[in-house]
């Protein structure tokens, strides 16, 4: 696995962003490269201590889905190597946890697919009945599967804010009707293909988000990540039950002890235990073994 990597210096190409996780260079005009550091955010605060292997568990789970769900929508992947696009000393920051990417127009809303009604869904619901405006059956609890799959964007926010749950009509006023109902469509064909395959490995999906861009045709392209145990709520099958917060295969032990210390969820974050640094590296490994079979390596 190799030691944990908290923050990219690669000099040979022009740092473009920090996200709260990845890492994005140019590579000349029309391409970006995107390191999937170890950092870990949880309340939108990121915390001071890598997770050891996640930026490698999170990218081969994005490179897997890219690959099983390109007959949908094309993606934002160029098969060129990231070692090829750095400078030899900096080869090891890349190794495993990186892809060249197509340079996009990002679309300013977040694609978001729920099938079960947890996290904000359920807040929301709740207290009105509905999420994002679409009218629910009333009598459902917490954690149980929706009637069918529901389209639930989410306005991107300013770094350091939330998201928040928005209305299909306000994304297609914000990017057009026809683009939205492409997007909507798009984002429940993903759902739909990829909850029938982790169904076979044990694994729900409860919900998850996807990004999309278009390049320089138009072309609606998903990009980011896709189906990660960051964008997305896996729920073990077997420890599933209506009525209660399943466990889930990503930060939950970080949340889990941050809600026990009287901190304001504002940075800096309180450190973390080694053994909650360890539990949470072990789930985001487990995530992948269950879906893809493979093993982060020594």
């Not at 890219?66 to 190794?95: K, W, Y």
């Not at 809303?109 to 929301?124: H, M, N």
């Not at 395959?197 to 999309?212: H, L, N, Q, S, V």
């Amino acid at each position: 696995m190799g030691a944990a990597l908290y923050e990219t210096r690669i000099a040979s190409l022009p740092l473009i962003h920090r996200g709260k996780v990845r890492d994005t260079y140019a590579v000349g005009e029309d391409r970006l490269l995107i390191v999937t550091t170890d950092r870990l955010s949880a309340f939108d605060v990121v915390m001071a201590e890598p997770i050891p292997g996640k930026g490698q568990v999170l990218n081969r789970l994005a490179d897997f889905w890219f690959a099983r769900l390109a007959h949908l929508v094309p993606n934002h992947l160029t098969g060129i190597a990231p070692e090829s696009v750095v400078a030899p000393a900096e080869v090891d920051q890349v190794r495993d946890r990186a892809v060249v990417a197509k340079r996009l127009k990002p679309l300013a809303v977040e694609a978001v697919v729920r099938g079960y009604l947890i996290g904000s869904g359920w807040k929301d619901y709740q207290a009105t009945s509905q999420v994002c405006g679409i009218q629910l059956p009333a009598g459902l609890s917490q954690a149980e599967r929706l009637p069918a799959p529901i389209f639930t964007p989410a306005s991107k926010a300013p770094a350091g804010q939330h998201d928040e749950n928005v209305s299909f009509a306000y994304v297609a006023d914000l990017i057009g009707e026809e683009l939205a109902l492409m997007m909507r469509d798009t984002s429940l064909a993903l759902y739909a293909e990829a909850t029938r395959y982790a169904a076979t490995r044990g694994i729900i999906i409860a919900d998850t988000k996807f990004e999309f861009g278009l390049d320089a045709e138009g072309t609606l392209t998903l990009m980011d990540e896709a189906l990660t145990a960051d964008s997305s709520r896996f729920w073990p099958a077997d420890e599933y039950r209506v009525g209660t917060s399943p466990p889930s295969f990503d930060k939950q032990f970080v949340r889990d002890y941050l809600e026990t210390l009287a901190w304001d969820k504002k940075p800096p974050p309180p450190p973390l235990p080694a053994a909650v640094v360890e539990k949470t590296a072990a789930k985001y490994r487990e995530a992948l073994r269950r879906l893809t079979g493979q093993e982060i390596g020594p």
